[in-house]
């Protein structure tokens, strides 16, 4: 046998360590189970899955290697572990960011948005107590996405100002998975590959072919009680209940007088003897009916019971069709009835389930009962690459460790570096908002400059794979400037006009004041600034400026006109009518002199000089109109000494 020919999993829970080594059968028709063992700890190394006394636990980890080893002859150099149920922590969180409406949405960008999501959840867990590199994230699924605040199926390829997710991400302590190492790296162990208990558990308990069913699986140990639930074809969630076998062992040694140990052999002997036989702690000889004892842990075995089934209806949202107990806490006696009828389930619908079901699993046959569905789970799982790999990589010059799965990404290896992935998109720069004339006006900064990723050199992108040692740099992205502008930037156009006033010529400025003071059409503009500005729109503001009263009769371009009258660039304004002048224009070489009033003389005026017929004589077709050697129009204004040449061709 060959080190790649099996493989070697460790079940480390609360009361003992289970290692075994198995191998896949030929023709790849199931496993088959070389060898086994179970050592007990010899003091209570262990609380509730998790390692408290990291030198006992590699003790009996050792232990189990060196048997194995001996039956094998074979050293033993890796393991493939599970952390506990219980250790797992899940939240949910969400995270906006602004886009560009003119860039479509990719994948690229919906997966940086996703990994975001889980570094909120990250910061929402650690609550500010704790580090970022305390938890390593296990998985993550998106429960719905944005743009622009509405919800939408899919992202890719859309189009908006704002996208957002929102996500239940899962995270594993940091100090389960070093704990576990370190036990393991006393005992002479690598670890190979690393799972949670109930994904082993469900792995061969609820196999593929039974995921279609609604059942519940309950892996019942000596700390802690782990759920799994399927549906659908799937496995759909996992819970866990911090009760399990422990409490009913420490309330048979508070109503016997027991030590833990004894206790611990009091309750396995209840389901297999109708009396048991033990020594108190004050040295008292007692033989007593297994039907007695049970009493005193039946409100025990009820507190397991009811804690399973309202942690199943919480996760389930209602009973199951079937309930699946593994693990040694499920051979508590009494639990599986009691536990039936908090669920209101028939008594046959919630079974203990051992490895017997395991059909596909063959070979050492003591290796058996419930307690053993989860350490065949750890090593199937192992076997099947479905375990999360234990790595290390660089990012950044700093080594970085983390759980790799199959699907290992930049993106994950970032999260798990604790570097945002909000870094990577340069922000937009503040905006400055002011008030003008009541009404709020918003500039905009300039967009941020994306940032960069390189893996071993290369550029690269979040969904590019990573392999255990990789080198990873990143480099920020650049927030975008700030808004700046000046308040001619934000006032409508044209912001000044020329203009003739009484035959004299005027720039007409609008009249600014900026936060109550005086201002001019450069001043920087500054947040929240209050600016107030009168145009000159109609010819009343021109002569309210210029201090006339209201009722000053005025001329605009030579017509009498009201107060109300728009004035345009380039307008002339009379507060009297213009003296009558006398044009001398030459037309088709005659001299002709015109009399031009306050208005402009048109080349249609001309008309009224001469002899001219308005319809084209017979043979001729086009009217010739030039001004001075340039085609004109009617509306072409005529000065002094101006040449005309108008005819028929």
Known sequence: MSKNDFVFALDVGTRKVAGLILEERPGGKGYKIKAAEIIEHRQRAMLDGQIHDIPQVAETILQVKERLEKRLKLPLKEAAVAAAGRALKTQRASFARQISPAEEINREVVLALEASAVQEAQKLLLGGNEKVADYYCVGYSVTGYFLDSSPIGNLIGQRGNEIGAEVIATFLPRVVVDSLTAALQRAGLSMT??????????????????????????????GTSDIAISGGGTIIGYAMVPFAGDEITEKLANALLLDFPTAEKVKRELNTSPEVAFVDIVGNCRRISSQEVMETIRDSVGDLARQIAEQIILLNGRPPQAVILIGGGSLTPGLPATLAGYLELSPERVAVRGREVLNHITGAPRFNGPQAITSIGIAVTAWRNEGMGYASIQVNGRPVRYLATQEMTVAGALLAAGIPIRSLHGRPGPGLGVEVNGKLVFLRGRPGQPGGIKLNGQPCGLETKVRPGDIIEVTPGRDGDKARGVI??????????????????????????????????????????????????????????LGYPKDTAIWLNGLRVRPEALVKDGDRLDTSPRPAQTL????????????????????????????????????????????????????????????VTLMWE
């Open 193 to 222: 590959s690393l799972t949670l208990e109930p994904i082993a558990a469900s792995t061969v308990a609820v196999p593929p072919e039974m995921r279609g069913l609604n059942l519940a699986l309950v892996d019942i140990g000596a």
């Open 584 to 643: 001398e224009i030459f037309c088709n070489g005659r001299k002709l002199h015109i009399e031009a009033g306050n208005g402009p003389v048109l080349f249609t005026d001309l008309f009224k000089y001469l002899d001219f017929t308005p319809t084209p004589p017979p043979g001729k077709k086009r009217l010739v109109m030039e001004l001075n050697g340039q085609a004109a129009e009617f509306t072409s204004p005529l000065k002094n000494g101006d040449r």
């Open 488 to 545: 001619r930037d934000i006032l409508p156009e044209p912001h000044e006009k020329h203009i003739i006033f009484n035959g004299n010529k005027m720039l007409l400025t609008p009249q600014v004041t900026y936060n109550g003071q005086p201002a001019n059409l450069d001043t920087p503009l500054e947040d929240k600034a209050r600016i107030t500005y009168q145009p000159f729109t109609t010819v009343g503001d021109v002569l309210a400026y």
